[in-house]
């Protein structure tokens, strides 16, 4: 189900592909370094904003190239309760309001995610997370999403597994209109 998740993804990017390299702030991209790595996931970075039954989310995905096996970042807050507004501020995995999380697909069968049940799950079995994901909304509107991000993803999900660092994160992606 996973990688089938993230083939559609994947597809659904690369039908919009329209690539951007430029990192300047106002151009859309998704940058980080993953474990000492720099990384971009510039290909159609896309924002996405849904709101169903009260309950409202924000995610922000990229790929790093133009291939349906690319690498691929994805970035998601969703708010727990009814009503609960996104907006600009500081999002954590320990947070019990919003859900926050990431994944990173280094191709369509290596995931690395991170997020709050992860966390708890960690702590739980005593492998607690020593880079806790962070996403900051710098700034929101109608139109686009701005911020940072940086914390551990942990391959397939699994507390106590290898991790991957995510470190001097910044997006920049406009919200897809339908």
Not at 41 to 61: C, D, H, Q, R
Not at 159 to 164: L, Q, T, V, Y
Request: hydrophobic fraction near 40%; charge should be positive.
């Amino acid at each position: 189900m996973k990688n089938a998740l993230l083939a559609f993804t994947a597809i659904c990017l690369l039908a919009a592909c329209k690539k951007d390299n430029s990192n300047s702030s106002d151009s859309p991209h998704i940058t980080t370094t993953i474990s000492g790595t720099a990384k971009a996931f510039n290909v159609s970075p896309i924002a996405t904003k849904m709101s169903m039954l009260g309950y409202t989310s924000i995610t922000v995905t990229g790929l790093a190239t133009a291939s349906a096996a690319s690498e691929l970042i994805s970035l998601a807050i969703a708010g727990r309760y009814l009503s609960q507004p996104i907006g600009v501020g500081t999002y954590t995995d320990t947070s019990s309001v919003f859900a926050v999380s990431a994944v990173y697909s280094a191709d369509l069968s290596t995931q690395y995610v991170g997020n709050n049940e992860i966390t708890k799950e960690a702590l739980r079995i005593g492998s607690p997370i020593v880079n806790h994901l962070k996403i900051v909304i710098a700034s929101i509107d109608s139109v686009a999403v701005k911020g940072t991000f940086s914390g551990d993803v942990l391959l397939n999900g699994k507390a106590g597994s290898p991790a991957k660092t995510l470190t001097n994160g910044d997006f920049y992606a406009k919200f897809k209109t339908q």
